[in-house]
């Protein structure tokens, strides 16, 4: 039901753009959001993006990252720029219900695709 991928080897300060397709019911009525997984850390949840288009990003990322959502589509994209190697991990995207305050920290995802692995070279 959601299907990431794009992930690769990059350099540091490159870029790279993962897709997360969704089927529509999924798409159409949650947030959408990505996680990532680095060796030996917890799974981080880097940005999140509501139907309306309302966004919000961990700090780690903010300025770096872009989410984005193409409604004819149903898929959710993660702009990566100025990479850096502690960017290195297992990405993943998934879909839940709006919490009542957007936050990161209230997001519970009920969907989770497939993880797709970004490795940055220094």
């Known amino acids: 039901q959601l299907q990431a991928s794009g992930g690769g080897l990059v350099e540091a300060g490159g870029t790279l753009r993962l897709p997360c397709a969704a089927s529509g019911t999924i798409f159409s009525s949650n947030v959408m959001g990505w996680y990532r997984q680095a060796p030996g850390k917890q799974r981080e949840l880097v940005a999140v993006?509501?139907?309306?288009?309302?966004?919000i990003y961990a700090d780690s990322v903010k300025g770096r990252f872009t989410i984005s959502r193409d409604n004819a589509k149903n898929t959710v994209y993660l702009q990566m720029n100025s990479l850096m190697p502690e960017d290195t991990a297992v990405y993943y995207c998934?879909?839940?219900?709006?919490?009542?305050?957007?936050?990161?920290?209230?997001?519970?995802?009920?969907?989770w695709g497939q993880g797709t692995k970004l490795t940055v070279s220094s």
């Open positions: 998934a879909a839940g219900p709006r919490p009542t305050i957007l936050s990161l920290t209230r997001f519970r995802p009920l969907y």
């Open positions: 993006i509501t139907s309306g288009g309302s966004t």
